[in-house]
């Protein structure tokens, strides 16, 4: 309580967006109910009901059309209005961050002490010696990986682009680069691949 502190409690959005409508199909409830306990009889108990169930029609009905709206403003394609529609239904969103606690686990709450208490902690923590990375085994080398990839490679990675999809940078659709493994086309386009490969760029 003393962190958060205690949420207000208010009425809906819907609610208050239809309160004309619903504030005497409330009170007309509320004053059939008193007739009611006044004077318990059939009569009394069916004028309770029927306007029990008119009350309940108008709450459905307002919750319903002020969805509705956020609704049509999305089918409009008005996003703002959608949104802003959406954050009245459901509330501002909180974020809750978790407080910066000192070594000895003081809270703390200045700017400064927080930005020097990162820094401290940052400090420790690159400070170490990491003895399990020094005494681990070196690594094999993968000379495999130095290999040059080979025609049949690039038609097998070829024959797998998905077709359908935009062209990236060069405007080459891979339907295009699909059609041409018959040809000579991929003669040259593996040709640069290895240019690249070897240069370390792309001209």
């Known amino acids: 309580m003393d962190t958060f502190g205690k949420r207000e409690r208010q009425n809906p959005d819907w609610f208050e967006a239809g309160i004309t409508k619903l504030e005497p199909a409330i009170a007309a409830k509320r004053k059939a109910l008193l007739n009611y306990k006044r004077e ?11 306007i029990r169930n008119d009350a309940q029609r108008i709450v459905r009905r307002s919750a319903n059309d002020y969805r509705l709206n956020i609704q049509l403003s999305a089918d409009c394609g008005n996003i703002r209005a959608m949104y ?50 020094e005494n681990s085994k070196a690594l094999a080398m993968m000379e495999k990986l130095d290999v040059l990839t080979s025609i049949d490679e690039l038609r097998k ?37 290895l240019q690249c490969w070897e240069e370390g760029t792309v001209p």
Not at 40 to 50: D, G, H, M, V, Y
Request: glycine share 8%; net charge positive.
């Open 157 to 193: 990675d070829i024959n797998s682009l998905a077709s359908g999809k935009a062209p990236g940078n060069d405007g080459i659709p891979p339907e295009v680069v699909k059609a041409g493994k018959c040809t000579t086309l991929h003669h040259h386009l593996h040709e640069f691949l």
């Open 40 to 50: 318990p009889s059939e009569k009394t108990l069916a004028a309770l009901r029927k």
């Open 84 to 133: 802003d529609g959406m954050k009245k239904a459901f509330g501002p969103s909180i974020t809750k961050i978790a407080p910066l606690k000192t070594a000895s686990g003081d809270t703390i709450t200045d700017r400064g002490e927080q930005m020097e208490r990162w820094a401290k902690h940052y400090q420790e923590l690159y400070s170490r010696e990491n003895v399990a990375v």
